[in-house]
Structure formats: C-alpha cells, structure tokens
C-alpha cells in the first residue's frame, strides 16, 4: 500500500498538477486520508513547493447540516477563501469512513450551503479556467468505499490502483498515451453540430455548435478517462433512463429524465426521488445539462457504486445537472454539478448524422 501511495503522490504532483518552486500547494484531506496527505507533502517539497494542509471530516459537515441555523449554513469558511483566492495548485483527498452518513438528513439543507457557496465556486473557476489555479481530486481505497463497491478491501485497492494506471512501471507514460488517444477523439469531434444518443435506454440529441470536447486525461481527477463537453444549454431534447444510481449522499437509483429545449420537465427515480426532485430546484440552472461525458478508461472494466470511477468506464456515457465548464464554451450556472452513468455497451452516438461510437467503443 505504501509504495502505491508513493507513486500515487509523484504521479498527482509531477504529472498532475505539475507543481513549481515556490507555488502555494493546498493539500485537502477528508477523514482517513493521512497516508496521502503524508507522500502528497513530501512530493511537494521534493518539487520546491510551500505544502498548506487542510483536513477535514464528514462529521462536521453532518452536525452542521443536522443542526446548524440558517445564518450557519450560509457562513462562508475565511480560510477556504484564502484557498480560493491565493493556492496556485489544490489537491483534495477523499477517504470516506462513511459514504452513507447523510442518507437520514434533509438534502434541502445541503443545498443551501450549497448555494451560499456559490459566489466563492465561481471565483474558483475563474481561477482554475484561467491557469492560475491548478486542482486534482484523488480518492485512496477505504473500506466504506469497498462496501459500496461489494469487495474486500484488498480487492477494492487493486481495483482502485489499476485504474490510477499505478501497476505499470511508467504510468505517467500510460497517461500520455491515453491523453494522445483522448485528443484523436476530440479533433475529429471539433467542428460538429449535433449529438444524437440511441439505445434501449436513451434517445437525445443536443448542439454542440461553437462548443468544443476537452479530455480529462488524470490531470483533473484521478483516475481519469473520460472526453466532455457543455451542450449548448436550450438544444437537450429526448429523453434517458440512467442505468446507474446518483449518489446524493442518499442512493438515487432509476432516474429517468425528460428534456424540452433543454431543461428537465419531468424528472422521476425508483428510489429517493425527493433528494433528487429537492437537487433538481436548487437553482435557475440545476435543471439545465451542464456536461456531457463519454468514459475511456479500459481500466474500469466494471460499475462501483462510485461515480469518480464509473463515470470513467468504457462503455458508458453520462450527464451531469447544474454548472456547465466554460474551458469548452459551456455558459449554463449552477451551484451544483452531479453527474450520473448510463451504460451503453447496446447503441451509438452520431455526429452531424455520421456514426463515431457504436456498442461501447469509438469506430473513428
């Protein structure tokens, strides 16, 4: 496990976020992310940074959420305005020791946080869509996520490290291929109009006129693999049947969404739909697509219960409601951003008409 942390740590800070003599790195740590936080600090000052630690814990967030007044949900921590404002590098750790503690709460509490943090997550992407802040989230192997995932936790653990890349002997080499390989897809879809998604669980069809595809290539995430983009935000039209839950601290499972000149008109889940309804009336553009995904990572051969990886998985695409990324032309704003995974290995994608993707893999 060391050794992997080790390498994880060179990997996020020479590759990823690319650290420089004398940069701010703010290194953010939730529950039992430690070990990391440790490596991630010893990397930093291996590469002339000035490491910042922050830690901090879901049980703070569930009091908060549980008991806090009005005015304490809108409060706005200074210290993660300093972050915003002056890190030049970011790296947030997530090691959950409960994924589940805020299925029993009110999600219209976290909401409001979440739209009382809405002016500093602004600042942040202006930061980070300017170059001068660079961020990657990172998740380390704990055992609530391998319950999530149905495995041990040394199963969950290979798991996790081979989709990082990590068992290779040069796997800031593998991530430049995949990059080079995510770029191919890209160039071809620059310059088109239109999307059309078919199969058994879905038929949309959306513009992407003057929007371009960005690659998420481990220097965002990690793991990585997934091209994106923003629709342009009135085109969405048609409708999906998600074949995997959302995870709103509550198991959203079977959502099925409905689009009419992009906005989301009916909206239903098998199971949580109040979470879901509650997360879709945030704000004017939570009922808005602000992403558009297709996972590449071969790594991730199968679903998790864990979006940062199943979003990933070869063979699926997703959505995410809410704040759209203006690196490629998206302009819909939302305090939230929560994508959700449809399977298909079974359909295709066409651009301008012309098939690029059938049964889980691109034939261009």
Known sequence: METYLKRLADVLINYSTRVQPNEIVVLRALDDGEPLLKELFRATL???????????????????????????????NPENEWVVDRAEVRIEVEANRNTKIFAQLDPAREQRQRRAWKKMGARFWERANSGALRWCSVQIPTESFAQDAEMSLDEWADFVYGAMLLNDPDPVARWREMSARQQRWCDWLNGREEIQVRGANVDLNFSIRSRKFGKADGTKNFPDGEIFTSPVENSVNGWVRFTYPLNLGREVA?????????????????????????????????????????????????????????????????????????????KNESSVHYDIVCDLREGEMLADGEVFYRNGSFII
């Open 46 to 76: 291996a590469a002339g940074g000035n490491p910042v630690t922050q830690t901090m814990y879901d049980w703070s967030y569930h009091l908060l959420y549980k008991y806090g007044n009005d005015a304490q949900l809108d409060f706005i």
């Open 254 to 330: 079977g959502v099925e969404f409905h689009f009419e000149n992009g906005k989301i008109v009916r909206a239903s889940a098998a199971k949580n739909e109040d979470a879901l309804l509650t997360m879709l009336d945030t704000d004017a553009g939570s009922r808005y697509v602000g992403e558009f995904g297709i996972g590449t990572n071969p790594m991730v051969t199968r679903y998790s219960n864990n979006t940062l990886f199943d979003e990933k998985m070869q063979g699926t695409f997703h959505l995410a409601v809410g704040n759209a990324f203006e690196e490629v032309g998206g």
